[in-house]
């Protein structure tokens, strides 16, 4: 035993306060103090040292559950969530299996969830919290996807799911986000945090059932049993294969195999490894209860990252919409299969905590999760890192943002700076407004940075840039070539999609639909806009537009430079002008609301315009004026269903509506 003068306990006293500290920014979604490199790393030591000197201390992360929730104002979960051992030996794995059949499947890297369900519904959602105690957010469940409301199963039924952001939905998501994001985890963390549940959908997570906890009248079925049964009830679970015989060689070739999905990008989520669990299940409850980890309950598999030192060449500082953020270029180096060039270091903090110096100042870079290219530490500083005072888009000064977590953010202070309004040109090539494919946020915004996009008629100018886009990492000839092509196909546009392209204020689809019915052309219609600055009310008298509708539309064009795009993209654009809606159409007179998914038409305003060309009209609720209300689920329960019947208004499935009105 050590003594309390021991300096190795001092150490380890500060390693507990270090790994506490970063588990609960991580858990809470607050942040991360540190990498998961860095945190498997001193966990590592920690675990050697209690090891080596036979003591334990009370808090420490290697016998305790970390997280941000405390036991107050908490709910007990009905069965513990206990952490899983990690290994990263596959002779470890297979000793630990001991012969007996096992599963595989990824270790998600998100927040971990607990669904309950009582008589077929969904009676309850916990966060993992400390894995005693987690946070309700039950009210949230409808703005996350994979958790159905109901099931149909009449039992007591408890399921554990990892709550995660696709890669490609974080690229999309952050390049518009206000607010800075470091990875995947971290936005779905933080995402459950917020209490609107429309803001909570906008985030796309998605809940992945990982383990069956507890299934009445079935828990005695093998897991791999016990999963097939979550899914026929309608579960959308988690990856998984089974090694019936958990050999070294048998495991091994099953990581490589899974692994590659990984490194390929075949794998949508991002994982931090693999668990693997026992398919006997009575076997599995056998184990015991060592710190917070139960012997048999499975092992989470952790790869063993690849490191290369390089030399910085420069940092690079990026624009987005909430910040100008470091990028780190160095030297290339081989890791995992590739070669890497660039990691970013996401704020200011993050280069300050890592003390990134100049030109020259050694660099220890991995693959995080054998994917994202990171900087873990700094062996050699040379000289200072220079924070810029302009703008590296627009010039416009600079300012430091400093969050109420500490956070320190590189920020622009032109409100117009094109990187600032990258939402704006992510609208202008979206489906909705003039589709153009090949663009996306993350594309928009490197185009944006190199000073290709100024204006959002510039997008129509990228051909002229496609020699240099040929040459940029991660594009190539092919793909210079697909944005040419994407252009090109775009010349042609309705009037309604670049209206809505344009992302002038309340002007969606519909707005913009009534407008152009009511005018010969687009040109006349902006024309009269451009007529009536002293008197922005004047389309006020559109059926559906309004006051407020009016003057955003009017107002919007007696801004010159709005003005002057708009000649500059008419200029490059063949406009498709409204079809106008017939008098004595199929739908003439008749007022419809559409709600519910639909399969025949591409979607609901492809409906909605058909009824339009129609004659018809298309209101967003049901009312005394109502004709019919389209809805597929015909004996659905929902509000609009209700309400309908309620007031002897007809509902009509798509067939139904197809038959009478097409």
């Known amino acids: 035993m050590g003594s309390e003068t021991d300096p190795r306990i001092e150490a380890m006293r500060a390693m507990v306060s270090r790994l506490n500290e970063a588990a609960a920014a991580y858990y809470s979604g607050r942040g991360e103090l540190m990498t998961d490199f860095e945190w498997d790393a001193l966990f590592d030591e920690l675990a050697a040292l209690e090891k080596s000197t036979g003591i334990i201390l009370p808090d420490s992360p290697t016998h305790n559950v970390s997280s941000g929730d405390t036991k107050e104002d908490k709910e007990k979960h009905e ?17 630990w299996a001991g012969g007996r059949p096992i599963w595989l499947s990824w270790k998600l890297d998100g927040l971990t969830l607990v669904a309950t369900y009582d008589n077929g519904k969904l009676s309850r959602l916990v966060t ?65 945090s917020l209490k609107d549940p429309a803001e909570v959908a906008k985030r796309r997570l998605r809940w992945i059932p990982f383990t069956p906890v507890y299934i009445e009248g079935e828990d005695d079925l093998a897991w791999g049993e016990k999963m097939s049964r979550l899914e026929e009830l309608g579960f959308k679970c988690v990856e998984r294969e089974r090694i019936a015989e958990p050999a070294v ?55 063993a990252d690849e490191t290369a030192e390089t030399a910085l060449d420069h940092i690079e500082w990026s624009c987005a919409v909430a910040s100008i953020a470091p990028v780190a270029v160095f030297a290339p180096v081989s890791l995992e299969g590739t070669t890497v060039r660039r990691a970013s270091l996401c704020n200011i903090s993050e280069l300050e905590r890592l003390g990134i110096g100049g030109k ?15 900087v873990v530490a700094v062996k050699e500083k040379a000289g200072e890192a220079q924070i810029p005072s302009a703008c590296p888009v627009c010039g416009a000064p600079t300012e430091i943002n400093v969050s109420r977590s500490g956070t320190k953010t590189l920020r622009c202070t032109n409100g117009e700076c094109p990187a600032r309004e990258l939402r704006k040109f992510m609208r202008f090539v979206s489906k909705d407004g003039l589709d153009i494919d090949g663009l996306a946020g993350k594309t928009l915004a490197k185009f944006i940075n190199l000073g290709y996009l100024r204006t959002l008629p510039d997008i129509y100018r990228l051909g002229a840039h496609a020699p240099e886009i040929a040459m940029l990492e991660g594009f190539g000839r092919k793909s210079a070539d697909k944005i040419v092509a994407s252009l090109e196909k775009a010349k042609k546009r309705s009037a309604v999609n670049i209206l809505v392209a344009l992302a002038i204020p309340l002007c969606g689809r519909d707005v913009a639909r009534r407008l152009l019915f009511a005018h010969e052309s687009l040109a006349g219609l902006v024309a009269k806009a451009r007529e009536n600055a002293s008197n922005p009310t004047v389309f006020a008298g559109i059926d559906g537009i309004g006051e407020a ?106 067939e139904e509506f197809q038959a009478r009105f097409a």
């Not at 899974?258 to 693999?274: E, F, S």
């Not at 020259?360 to 990171?374: D, F, Q, S, Y």
């Not at 004709?627 to 269903?641: H, R």
Request: a neutral charge; proline letters at 3%.
């Open 360 to 374: 020259g100042t050694r660099l220890e870079v991995i693959k995080a999760n054998k994917i994202i290219p990171k």
């Open 79 to 95: 069965f513990a969530a206990l952490s899983l051992a990690k290994t990263k030996s596959v002779a470890e794995l297979a000793k």
């Open 549 to 654: 509708k009016s003057a955003a539309f009017t107002l919007w064009f007696a801004d010159e430079r709005h003005s002057a795009m708009v000649d500059d993209l008419l200029q490059m654009v063949e406009v498709e002008e409204l079809e106008k809606p017939s008098s004595g159409g199929k739908c003439a007179g008749l007022t419809f609301v559409i709600t519910g998914d639909v399969h025949i038409y591409a979607n609901r305003a492809e409906l909605k315009a058909y009824i339009e060309s129609q004659g018809g009209k298309a209101a967003g609720s049901v009312s005394a004026k109502t004709s019919f209300l389209i809805n597929n689920d015909v004996e659905s329960t929902s509000g609009k269903n209700k309400k309908a019947k309620e007031l002897g208004i007809p509902i009509l499935s798509e």
């Open 128 to 192: 993992r919290g400390n894995g005693e105690y987690g946070t309700n957010i039950t009210r949230l469940a409808p703005a996350i996807q994979g958790i159905p409301e109901h099931i149909p199963f009449q039992g007591h039924l408890v399921v554990r799911g990892e709550a995660v952001i696709s890669y490609a939905d974080f690229e999309e998501i952050t390049a518009e986000a206000s607010e800075d994001y470091a990875n995947p985890r971290n936005l779905a963390s933080g995402s459950l």
């Open 249 to 303: 060689a048998n495991i091994s070739a099953t990581i490589e195999r899974w692994t590659k999905n990984v490194t390929d990008r075949i794998n949508p989520y991002p994982v931090d490894g693999l668990v693997i669990c026992y398919d006997d299940t009575l076997y599995a409850r056998g184990g015991s209860v060592t710190g917070h980890h139960a012997t048999r309950a499975g092992l989470a598999f952790k790869w």
